[in-house]
């Protein structure tokens, strides 16, 4: 179970990579890339999968509270990253170059995707 645990926190955080690496890459054309959007759904999923493993560890159980902030967070991040890509997919099939809120989108993603890392490392539960 250790070992399965550990795999999931390496594609969590490439998740995460990928979200704040984009966001980086792309920063002055206020755009998003596929990479944000695909790092903020594998952030979700391997996410709950780390909740739920920790859960099933009886002897040191999780800091919900903790876990329910960040995954409040989480879905805040893929709500801006979904609606970043619909606005910019409508702009480009429309055929207007009006990318309104795409950029703001993408930046409040990223801010608070950093803020969960925070979070994760900063957050501790003493018992």
Do not use: C
């Amino acid at each position: 179970m250790k070992l399965l645990n550990e795999i999931v926190v390496v594609v969590h955080l490439l998740g995460m990579a990928a979200i704040v690496g984009a966001w980086f890459a792309v920063r002055s054309d206020k755009r998003l890339v596929p990479a944000m959007l695909w790092g903020a759904r594998v952030q979700i999923i391997t996410g709950l999968i780390l909740m739920a493993i920790a859960e099933m560890d009886r002897d040191d159980p999780p800091n919900r509270a903790k876990l329910g902030v960040k995954l409040l967070i989480a879905l805040i991040v893929l709500v801006m990253t979904e609606t970043a890509n619909a606005r910019q997919r409508r702009a480009v099939s429309g055929g207007g170059s009006t990318t309104s809120g795409v950029g703001t989108r993408v930046d409040v993603a990223a801010y608070l995707a950093i803020l969960n890392v925070a979070i994760a490392v900063l957050w501790r539960s003493y018992s």
